[in-house]
Nanobody
């Protein structure tokens, strides 16, 4: 499974960005069997969970630091998952990765996700 993340860039604090992650090689039905997540890794830090969305988009989960600012969504027809990031802060600076989870149990552990995109860099200046 190939995941292609895009949408990163350099923005100022308070700005917004929308990340996309496309699974173009999957069929609609196969993509719909994966829960999807976003993780991020800042320089010198471990990869951390940001958000997760269930297979049908009905359930979402966020790390506390992004609640109320970030929104994860998905379009199963387009086989794409999104991360809308508002009110960005310098501490949001990181490489953002999308990931796919075949499992049925909700998890925020990176090691439990099965497939990963290549990452897209988000830099927030103060």
């Amino acid at each position: 499974v190939q995941l292609q993340a895009s949408g990163g860039g350099l923005v100022q604090a308070g700005d917004s960005l929308r990340l996309s992650c496309a699974a173009s090689e999957l069929t609609f039905s196969t993509f719909s069997t994966y829960a999807m997540g976003w993780f991020r890794q800042a320089p010198g830090k471990e990869r951390e969970f940001v958000a997760r969305i269930s297979r049908n988009g009905g359930s979402t989960y966020y790390t506390d630091s992004v609640k109320g600012r970030f929104t994860i969504s998905r379009d199963n027809v387009r086989k794409t998952v999104y991360l809308q990031m508002n009110i960005l802060k310098p501490e949001d600076t990181a490489v953002y990765y999308c990931a796919a989870d075949k499992g049925l149990i909700v998890t925020t552990e990176a090691g439990r996700y099965d497939y990963w995109g290549q990452g897209t860099l988000v830099t927030v200046s103060s």
